[in-house]
């Protein structure tokens, strides 16, 4: 099973940008969509972004306009631009690899990055 670590979390304050990467042990021409999920304490995992395998992007309202999604095939990573940055932003971001085979969906996570936005 491909494993997903990311990494460039952290502290930034309010306005600035941060870029997470998420890299595959294996390829992520493997997986159909990647995608960045995010989980504020208390608060359930949402949807950041996402890109397919076939180039198309998609976005949470909070955050169309400030982040932007990318993967490098050749690299085996993806990546989460995320500029202007809010405090509402903070939380830690998961990076998830989906297969779908035979309408089955078949999630692999990394184990999380923190950010904090703040002052």
């Known amino acids: 099973q491909v494993q997903l670590v990311e990494s460039g979390g952290g502290l930034v304050q309010p306005g600035g940008s941060l870029r997470l990467s998420c890299a595959a042990s294996g390829s992520i021409f493997s997986f159909n969509t990647m995608a960045w999920y995010r989980q504020a304490p208390g608060k359930g995992r949402e949807l950041v972004a996402s890109h397919t395998r076939g180039g198309s992007t998609d976005y949470v309202d909070s955050v169309k306009g400030r982040f932007t999604i990318s993967r490098d095939n050749d690299k085996n990573t993806v990546y989460l631009q995320m500029n202007s940055l809010k405090a509402e932003d903070t939380a830690v971001y998961y990076c998830?690899?989906?297969?779908?085979?035979?309408?089955?969906?078949?999630?692999?996570w990394g184990q999380g990055t923190q950010v904090t936005v703040s002052s």
């Open positions: 998830n690899g989906r297969r779908v085979v035979l309408s089955k969906n078949y999630d692999s």
